[in-house]
């Protein structure tokens, strides 16, 4: 893969991250935190594989 698709996906990562964070954070407020653990782990996944991405497009 080259450096811009490794980009874009990074980009993807980040932003889902982004969001299921968001959602995690209104679902703890609204409805405690054992109905938004799973968007904490979502989001701690996404920006791992985000991370992941990063290092793969530093290393070409």
Known sequence: MNK???LL???I????G???LGIAIRETVNNGFGR???FYLMAAGALVLAW???SQR???
């Open 58 to 60: 530093k290393k070409l």
């Open 9 to 11: 996906i990074e980009i």
């Open 13 to 16: 990562w980040i932003i889902l």
């Open 18 to 20: 982004l969001m299921c």
């Open 52 to 54: 992941v991405r990063d």
């Open 36 to 38: 938004a653990w799973l």
């Open 4 to 6: 811009r698709s490794l």
